[in-house]
């Protein structure tokens, strides 16, 4: 295997999305900083130190070891994910907040397992079916098993519940499995199946009911349930084009949930505009773009694979964020990729970052 030099490309925008991202961290949570803690950047340092400094050792640690190593890695990684996922549900381990109980606490930190599972599910399809070869075609072989862990990944983060992630796993799963050959009738099978099993959940949890409702009719409940939505709406109208200017952000305090967290693309939008939005999501295509060169020119199957999924779960992410913030879609309480607080979020995002470094050195591209 040759070694290259890393994506520069890559580097850089991994580099900016960082740096923008504290800068953004440091606005959207300044008034509840000031509110909690009397001083002005108590979440922006909490996220350095629970999810840079972290995330940036797993980087390095991704990036310097083969990652062809990561391949038998792949189910004790994955296996730990699903323990921990499942840690979370247990009474005296498990840590709950808004209804939803998603994780635990080791030493004085809280790690949200369903996070670094996105990327133990990347990791584990891409050396599966790198080892699948052809029959990743073949119903029995390829699509009931891929269908069978999906399935039960989904419904460990229903039981939590986390929707939110279990679309971006679902969705990152399916194009991984599309590009390591998947028929297009199984392809079909699976956005059918999806689909299906989309409405079963509206229909069977009223929480998933009342994101609809909201998403279908943000009026209906402005004090309520759409709360959060319609601020979010007014923080993005009242930016405009070009925005308030950085750090002139009225819905930060105390209007609207969450500004620092799933909330941040609204803050983006009313200090920085259409514009600033507009700009973060051209990054984060143009890093799934070069993620595309990567997966075309990698040595082999399993990096091809690593860096599809890497680079589509960045993309996937950070589009519904922004499109349930927009009221595209739902809201889904997903993080935006590199700007939201949470230092599991941050770290597993440069884990990830790592490994797609990683190969891109041994692609020629």
């Not at 310097?64 to 499942?86: E, T």
């Not at 992630?165 to 956005?191: K, N, P, R």
């Not at 709406?233 to 967290?261: N, T």
């Not at 690593?306 to 996937?316: C, K, Q, V």
Request: net charge positive.
């Amino acid at each position: 295997m040759k070694f290259h030099k890393p994506d520069f490309i890559i580097l850089a925008i991994i580099g900016i999305l960082i740096v923008f991202g504290l800068i953004m961290i440091s606005s959207a949570s300044i008034s509840s900083s000031q509110e909690n803690f009397q001083e002005n950047y108590h979440y922006v340092k909490k996220q350095i130190i629970n999810g840079l400094i972290p995330g940036l050792v797993l980087a390095v640690i991704g990036y310097f070891i083969p990652y062809g190593f990561f391949k038998k890695l792949s189910v004790p990684l994955l296996a730990l994910c699903i323990l921990g996922s499942i840690l979370v549900l247990v009474p005296g381990i498990g840590w709950g907040h808004g209804g939803a109980n998603r994780w635990i606490q080791i030493g004085g930190s809280i790690v949200q397992p369903s996070e670094f599972l996105k990327l133990a599910m990347i990791i584990y399809l891409a050396a599966w079916f790198s080892s699948k070869g052809k029959t990743v075609k073949n119903f029995h072989e390829g699509f009931v098993p891929f269908i069978f862990l999906t399935g039960m990944v989904g419904i460990l983060l229903i039981a939590q519940p986390d929707f939110g992630t279990m679309g971006v796993i679902a969705l990152t799963a399916l194009i991984i499995y599309f590009l390591a050959g998947a028929s297009f009738s199984h392809i079909g099978m699976c956005i059918a199946g999806g689909a299906a099993a989309l409405l079963i959940l509206i229909k069977t949890f009223p929480h998933a009911y009342s994101r609809l409702s909201t998403f279908l009719n943000p009026a209906s409940d402005p004090l309520g349930d759409s709360y959060q939505i319609n601020q979010a709406l007014v923080a993005l109208g009242s930016g405009g084009f070009f925005g308030l200017g950085l750090g002139q952000s009225i819905q930060k305090h105390r209007y609207l949930p969450e500004p620092a967290g799933d909330s941040i693309a609204a803050v983006i939008g009313e200090e920085l505009g259409f514009i600033g939005l507009s700009a973060i999501l051209i990054l984060f295509l143009l890093l799934f773009l070069r993620g595309l060169k990567i997966f075309k020119s990698a040595p082999d199957q399993f990096g091809a694979l690593l860096a599809g999924g890497i680079a589509s779960w960045f993309l996937i992410q950070a589009l519904v964020n922004i499109a349930a913030n927009c009221n595209i879609i739902p809201l889904t309480g997903i993080t935006l990729p590199f700007f939201s607080l949470g230092g599991s979020s941050l770290t597993a995002t440069l884990a990830g970052a790592g490994i797609l470094l990683n190969v891109s050195k041994h692609a020629k591209i």
